[in-house]
């Protein structure tokens, strides 16, 4: 499922380099806003403002049609006026033009970039390998692959062997992201590459109360947290949508997000944009954005502002 979430869970820390020099910054007027500094993962536990990105509307990767630099661009620039600071995506295909998302989230005022490999197939891994070395100095890490073993896309020797061989070759750290149920299943993939990346859904899970849901989160963490100790664990994905199911609503999105921001997870928000090609996943597939597909903000952007620029 190309689904996009995600969220950090380590040890209660408070932003090391979000100093008044280092690591806050003021822009457009607002209040200063943490922005991440350190190496990846590191740099995922200093502040709250990373975001998970696809494009919004006209691109689609079903149906072939590829994100122009144009939207690539005004979409990265609005994320960043509203004080997004780190980006995690999920391919850089160079048919669907997202080759160009590591320059220009750079070029627009994101300090760290961590760039997935989807790895649908091994055509499809070699053109993201090509762009992965080609934009190696606009990158800050990688993750290799989006629940390609829960759904038998590749093997885990596969992904082992190619995340080694993307580590050695980038010098870059490297991770992998699966479903919840995946680690759960078999910890020694905790152990598997410089972080752990899960994607962590509860709405998946038919949990419709929030509160319920944000303490699903804090519970399901901490469990992986205690197969394996000391590893930064990090949910990529953990969303909550805002139509169609019941409890799809911005008002429930903009409850979860500030429940779960009361606990000690680390996540990354998301995801940017409503994708309105995901009618895979059911109704509620299309609207899991922080915004609509037409890039107009939901009520989360405006209403918990100062908590998603802020440090940890």
């Known amino acids: 499922?190309?689904?996009?979430?995600?969220?950090?869970?380590?040890?209660?820390?408070?932003?090391?380099?979000?100093?008044?020099?280092?690591?806050?910054?003021?822009?457009?007027?607002?209040?200063?806003?943490?922005?991440?500094?350190?190496?990846?993962?590191?740099?995922?536990?200093?502040?709250?403002?990373?975001?998970?990105?696809?494009?919004?509307?006209?691109?689609?990767?079903?149906?072939?049609?590829?994100?122009?630099?144009?939207?690539?661009?005004?979409?990265?620039?609005?994320?960043?006026?509203?004080?997004?600071?780190?980006?995690?995506?999920y391919s850089l295909d160079s048919l669907q033009g997202l080759e160009k998302v590591p320059r220009l989230a750079k070029e627009v005022g994101f300090t760290s970039v961590i760039c997935g490999l989807f790895w649908f197939d091994t055509t499809q891994l070699h053109r993201e390998w090509a762009v992965a070395l080609r934009e190696t100095t606009h990158i800050d890490g990688y993750v290799l692959g989006n629940e390609g073993l829960e759904f038998g896309r590749y093997t885990r020797s596969d992904l082992e062997r190619e995340l080694a061989r993307l580590r050695s070759i980038t010098q870059r750290p490297v991770t992998t992201s699966e479903p919840l149920n995946q680690y759960e299943n078999d910890s020694t993939l905790l152990l598997v590459g410089d972080w752990v990346f899960p994607n962590l859904h509860p709405f998946l899970s038919n949990i419709r109360d929030t509160q319920q849901a944000a303490e699903f989160v804090f519970?399901?963490?901490?469990?992986?947290?205690?197969?394996?100790?000391?590893?930064?664990?990090?949910?990529?994905?953990?969303w909550w949508p805002t139509a169609g199911d019941v409890g799809a609503s911005e008002t429930n999105q903009t409850a979860f997000f500030r429940q779960l921001s009361t606990t000690t997870v680390r996540f990354v928000?998301?995801?940017?944009?409503d994708q309105y090609w995901k009618t895979a996943e059911g109704p509620f597939g299309p609207h899991w954005g922080l915004h609509t597909d037409a890039a107009t903000p939901k009520a989360l952007i405006e209403a918990l502002k100062a908590t998603y620029t802020g440090p940890y």
């Open 1 to 89: 499922m190309h689904r996009m979430i995600v969220v950090l869970l380590g040890n209660l820390l408070i932003c090391p380099s979000c100093s008044k020099d280092e690591g806050m910054s003021q822009t457009d007027g607002l209040a200063a806003r943490c922005v991440p500094r350190q190496p990846v993962p590191a740099a995922l536990l200093e502040c709250r403002s990373w975001i998970t990105f696809a494009p919004p509307r006209p691109f689609n990767p079903v149906s072939g049609v590829p994100a122009s630099e144009t939207l690539l661009r005004e979409s990265l620039q609005q994320l960043v006026r509203e004080g997004w600071r780190g980006l995690v995506t």
């Open 219 to 238: 519970r399901k963490v901490q469990e992986l947290q205690a197969r394996a100790p000391g590893r930064t664990i990090v949910v990529k994905e953990c």
């Open 269 to 273: 928000w998301g995801e940017a944009y």
